[in-house]
C-alpha cells in the first residue's frame, strides 16, 4: 500500500542517513528497501546516505592500522582514507545497491565527490568538513527515477581526498536541497528527556536538555547539527530507530522516533 497523499504533499523531498541495525540485518535492510521503494512511489524525492564506520575499523585492525579518533571523530590519515575509499565508496555502496535493485529499486551509488556533489574543508589530516554541496547531479538522477546512494567520502577544492562523518554529510545534502525532512536511522528509539522519549522537540529544549545532561556524548553533537540543518532551511529533522515495514512512514509521520523543529 502507497503512503497517503498527503504524506507526498508535506515531505516532497527527504534525505535518509542509514545507520545501525539496517546495515547489519539484512531481513531489516529488505524492508526499509521496500518502504523507500514506497515513498518513490507515491512522489517523494529520496536520496539515502550511508557511512560504514564500524566496518572500516575492522578492516583497519585487519591490516595493521590503528584507528584514531578525536571527540568521537575520525582521524583519517592516508592509510585510513584508502581503507575509507575500499570500504565506503566501494564494498558498502555496491552492496546497498545491489539489494535495493533486488527489491526492484534502481538506484545509483555515489559519493561525494561525484559531480562536486559536495567540496569539504579539511580538519585533521583527511578528516573534512563539507564546505559546501552542489544538489544537481540528484536532481538528474530523480529525472530518471532514479534513487541516489551516497557514500560519505568526499574531497576538498583541490580534489584530495576527505572522510567526511555521514551525519553532517547527510545534513549538509539535506540543506543544499531544502529538503522537507532528514531521517538519521539509528539504534535509539529517539531523544529520551527525563525518562521518556520525546516526540518532538525546540531548540530552547536541546539546549536545556544538553545543560541538564539529559543529552549527552555523541548525541549532543547530533542534535546540533540537526538545529543548524534547520537554519540551513531543512524543515524538518527526525531521529530514531527502524525494524519492521512500515517504520519509515512512522518516523515522517511523528509517530515514531523524535522529531526537531520549529515548533
Known amino acids: ?20 541495525r539496517p546495515t547489519t540485518e539484512l531481513a531489516c535492510m529488505h524492508a ?47 592509510d585510513d582514507m584508502l581503507i575509507a575509499d575500499q570500504v565506503l565508496a566501494g564494498e558498502m555502496n555496491t552492496e546497498l545497491v545491489r539489494l535495493l535493485f533486488s527489491r526492484s529499486i534502481r538506484s545509483v551509488g555515489l559519493t561525494g565527490c561525484d559531480a562536486g556533489l559536495c567540496i569539504g574543508t579539511p ?39 576527505l572522510n567526511i562523518n555521514a551525519d553532517e554529510l547527510a545534513r549538509a545534502v539535506a540543506a543544499g536541497l531544502a529538503a522537507s525532512a532528514l531521517v538519521y536511522i539509528s539504534d535509539i528509539p529517539g531523544i529520551r528527556m527525563y525518562g521518556t522519549v520525546s516526540r518532538r522537540l525546540n531548540s530552547s529544549e536541546i ?28 524543515g524538518t529533522v527526525c531521529i530514531g530507530d527502524y525494524a519492521v515495514r512500515g517504520d519509515l512512514a512512522e518516523l515522517l509521520k511523528g509517530q515514531r522516533g523524535t522529531h526537531i523543529g520549529t515548533f
Open 1 to 20: 500500500m502507497q503512503p497517503p497523499a498527503e504524506l507526498a504533499r508535506e515531505f516532497p523531498c527527504i534525505v535518509v542517513k542509514i545507520g545501525g
Open 32 to 78: 526499509l528497501a521496500d518502504d523507500l521503494g514506497e515513498l518513490m512511489q507515491a512522489g517523494i524525492r529520496v536520496a539515502v546516505v550511508h557511512g560504514g564506520g564500524a566496518r572500516v575499523t575492522l578492516l583497519s585492525e585487519r591490516l595493521g592500522v590503528t584507528a584514531r579518533f578525536t571527540e568521537g571523530v575520525r582521524v583519517t590519515g592516508r
Open 123 to 161: 580538519v585533521a589530516e583527511h578528516t573534512g568538513t563539507v564546505a559546501s554541496t552542489d544538489p544537481s547531479v540528484l536532481h538528474a538522477l530523480w529525472q530518471a527515477d532514479l534513487l541516489p546512494v551516497i557514500a560519505s567520502v568526499s574531497q576538498d577544492k583541490d580534489g584530495n581526498p
Open 207 to 234: 539546549e536545556a536538555g544538553i545543560n541538564d545532561g539529559q543529552i549527552v556524548g555523541g548525541m549532543v553533537a547530533k542534535t546540533r547539527a540537526a538545529l543548524a540543518g534547520l537554519q540551513q532551511g531543512i
